[in-house]
């Protein structure tokens, strides 16, 4: 049954499933991000690194209900509000937590009092330190996919992570491992490991990656998708001259962040670039979001977008592109001919 967003209502539909690389671990198609829900935190000079004040009762009943309506994943790490993402997951998951896989991060030092990022820490010994602490805050005693956060980190001393990450598999403590890192060189150093299941990477209809999904398929691994919405300007919520709340790491774009302007908003070409798309991706009843979720399903069979939430009702649309699958083949050629890929 669908509702007016798109949404569906809970147990109408057989979920639409992938696997997550070489693990055979079986997930939603879609998992949840929990960045948004970690609340704020900051660098070392002051500058919003979380997406402003957040509602954890309303967090919470978002993970319940993606939980209802077939989400079986969710990607969380441990700097998310410093620490608080994942005491929030952990919480919301309650007895459910071995029904789903919780996949989160390490990699970053962070004091949860002042809720300030203080560095990364690339060291083996680290590794294990990490993890413990993240097990006490989700309320858990193993991690299904482990993934190093740092990003740019030397591949050199990535190497002796990998092999601490399969030291943690063997001990049950993780399930399998992943490095965040939108370089495929740095990807293709851990996927030498045989427990690394998957690589997380920024891709969406704004920012395809395809040496990064050349990678996937060449090292079965699973193409976890982080920003799928282009943090928000795929919804189709933001127009030329909308801003964003101070606090919001969206307001104060750090080098890495594009779409959005300090103090301007979302940036006006990018919207432009959605609005030529909009009517591909909004055909037989998906919302924009909806479609944009899609168009990653259809890009490879290997990808599984996880959208960040802050509300229910961002969960119920999200949710409800399960139902929907992959855009079709003549609507992916369709954007590709638009966007001119
Ligand atoms: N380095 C890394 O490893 C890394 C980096 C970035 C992200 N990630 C992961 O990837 C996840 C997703 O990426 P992301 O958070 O960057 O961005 P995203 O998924 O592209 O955008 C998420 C944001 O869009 C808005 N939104 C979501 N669904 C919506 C809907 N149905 N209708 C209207 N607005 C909606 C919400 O923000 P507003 O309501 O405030 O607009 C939400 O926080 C993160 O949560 C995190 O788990 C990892």
């Not at 441990?78 to 937590?97: C, I, N």
């Not at 909308?242 to 774009?253: F, Q, V, Y």
Request: proline residues 5%; glycine residues 12%.
């Amino acid at each position: 049954m669908e509702t007016t967003n798109g949404a569906i209502a809970a147990g109408t539909h057989a979920p639409y499933t992938r696997v997550l690389g070489r693990s055979g671990i079986e997930v939603s198609g879609l998992g949840f991000g929990c960045w948004a829900i970690g609340g704020p935190w900051q660098g070392p000079d002051g500058s919003p690194l979380g997406w402003g004040k957040v509602d954890d009762e309303e967090s919470v009943c978002a993970v319940r209900r993606a939980l209802d309506l077939g989400v079986t994943f969710f990607d969380t790490a441990d700097v998310y509000g410093t620490g608080h993402s994942e005491r929030v997951l952990g919480r919301a998951l309650g007895r459910r937590r071995a029904d789903v896989v919780v996949a989160t991060k390490w990699g970053n030092r962070f004091d949860e009092e002042s809720k300030v990022l203080t560095g990364g820490d690339d060291s083996p010994a680290y590794v294990r330190r990490a993890l413990t602490a993240s097990l006490a805050r989700l309320g858990t005693d193993y991690v299904d996919l482990y993934q190093l956060h740092l990003s740019d980190a030397d591949p050199e001393r990535a190497a002796l992570l990998r092999d601490a990450c399969e030291d943690l598999v063997r001990e049950g403590l993780i399930r399998a491992y992943a490095w965040s890192t939108d370089d495929p060189g740095r990807a293709a150093v851990f996927a030498e490991g045989p427990h690394c299941a998957a690589v997380q990477h920024r891709c969406n209809i704004l920012q395809d990656a395809p040496d990064m999904l050349v990678l996937c398929e060449k090292s079965e691994l699973a193409s976890i998708n982080r920003s799928p919405l282009a943090m928000g300007l795929l919804t189709g919520k933001y127009v030329p001259g909308s801003t964003l709340a101070s606090g919001d790491i969206r307001s104060a774009p750090p080098s890495w962040l594009s779409g959005f302007a300090a103090g301007g908003g979302a940036d006006p070409h990018w919207l432009a670039r959605v609005e030529a798309v909009r009517s591909v991706l909004t055909s037989r009843g998906r919302t924009l979001a909806q479609g944009a979720l899609a168009w990653l399903w259809a890009r490879s069979p290997r990808t599984v977008p996880i959208p960040g939430f802050r509300t229910v009702a961002q969960a119920e649309e999200n949710a409800g592109a399960l139902e929907f699958g992959p855009l079709a083949e003549e609507e992916l050629a369709e954007i590709g001919r638009v966007l001119g890929f």
